[in-house]
């Protein structure tokens, strides 16, 4: 049972680590003029908020698209 929650929180921590990692590339790349401008909007505390939700946008699509192919 321990080992079971312990992977589940890995899993979790790599996809969560994707998802930062994606969205602070596309951050990046908007600041350098690849992206449009909007994407490289942050908060308070310089998270890149606009990417983040991109990304978040595109997985949710990913994974509704891989279910209904199923």
Known sequence: MVL???ALF???NVAF????SISRL???MASVGELP???????AQKVPWVT???V???LRDFYCWAILRL
């Open 37 to 43: 401008k909007f994407m490289t909007k942050t908060n």
């Open 26 to 28: 596309l951050f990046g």
């Open 52 to 54: 983040t939700i991109v």
């Open 17 to 20: 680590s994707g998802i930062i």
């Open 56 to 58: 978040m946008a595109e």
């Open 4 to 6: 079971a929650i312990a």
């Open 10 to 12: 890995a899993t979790a």
